[in-house]
């Protein structure tokens, strides 16, 4: 079959796992003989992965859809793929939703990207929703080139009750410490200097393969690779045992960084969220990762089905008390299938948004303290951009993670490089973000 080379482009929406399934579909396509073009005006196929894990995710998606469509209508012989978790989850709604949509693909089905991006060339539609991707080892990342993101499992098995991400993703999957050391290797050697692990929980890592946790000797074995940093996100917080807070602590080239999402602080709420803890276990989590000397971010649902006045002040006043580096406070979101839309006791979406207003408000002021505290350290910092607003460099630390966390601007006297790690003395706050000089 002669094979139409096309300009592809791509739109990565949600989280980093969604991320990385877009740079292994375009390292496909280039193999296959596509150039990869980072602009929508000038590609001749524009891939859009999404996700539909919240209302306001699937809002976006089909928002970006509907952008899409319209430079279709000024372009007729553009060619347009959904991919992800909104075919995924709603198959036939999208397809008959957006009928000038060419390929549909679902999560599990990134392997015929190739075969549905020459039928489009051709003219016809390619619509497929099975599952059953092989392992891809090949990438073309899409962060800049010092850091990179690396999914070590995919699905998960925790059902939390207001989770629709096992009905998308399915159960949890790792992937072969062999597959990983490879990919990662490969990464190390093209200049990437900061390794961030993903999955919807990486402290289950091998848990299905090996028959017990694994993260422990898979970072360990990711250390030998030339990594400066290795960074843990999304570590369920009844995985999280003394042996891992150590080893997070004191181990050479992981970042004292560790993201755990608690959801909430209320017995009765964890357990109606079906997550495995409960107040006092939390409590002590915290103490202990605090006491490690660890930079701790979570998330916090807020309106939880049942929430009541007295568990919504536990959880304000325990943000409060618990002082945690970084916290993402989110409003429920009701997502149909799940076993908390079947709930009694759903709030007003008037009273969620109160209550995200007050718990992001009490949040804002323990990160803003912090980092006024931080007047007069020096921190290694890594350089990423120029912020144009306030006219300075900004970058991160081992302690802040790219896109969701605070960053440090900065001045320099001297030139400084992209990916480089600089001396910052903070001389100061711009609310959380730090601010400082190159020394």
Known sequence: MTRTPMKIGAVSLGCDKNRVDTEKMLARLAAAGHRIVSSEDEADLVIINTCAFTKDAQREAVDEILSVVALKERRPDLRIAVTGCLPQRFAEETRQGFPEVDIFLGIGDYDHIVEAVDKAARGEKFGLVAGGDAYYPDRIVTTPGHYAYLKIAEGCSNHCTYCAIPSIRGKYRSETRENLLKEAEKLADDGVKELILVAQDVTRYGVDIYGKPQLIPLVKGLSGLGFDRIRLMYLEPEMVDDELIEFIATADRVCRYADIPLQHIDSEVLKRMNRHTDERTTRELVRKVRAAGITMRTS????????????????????????????????????????????????????????????????????????????????????????????????????????????????????????????????????????????
């Open 300 to 439: 916090f649902i807020s309106g939880f089905p049942g929430e009541s006045r007295k568990a919504h002040a536990k959880l304000r006043d325990f943000i409060a008390e618990a002082e945690i580096d970084f916290a993402g406070i989110f409003g429920y979101s009701r997502e149909e299938g799940t076993p908390a839309d079947r709930m009694k006791g759903h709030l007003l979406p008037s009273v969620i948004r109160s209550r995200v207003s007050e718990l992001r408000a009490v949040e804002e002021g323990v990160i803003t303290r912090k980092a006024a505290a931080q007047k007069g350290n020096i921190l290694r910092v890594v350089y990423e951009g120029i912020d144009y607003d306030r006219q300075c460099f900004y970058g991160r630390t081992e302690r802040q993670a790219p896109d969701i966390d605070s960053v440090v601007l900065f001045t320099s006297d001297d030139r400084v490089d992209i990916g480089e790690y600089y001396n910052v003395e903070v001389t100061g706050a711009d609310g959380i973000d730090l601010i400082g000089k190159t020394v």
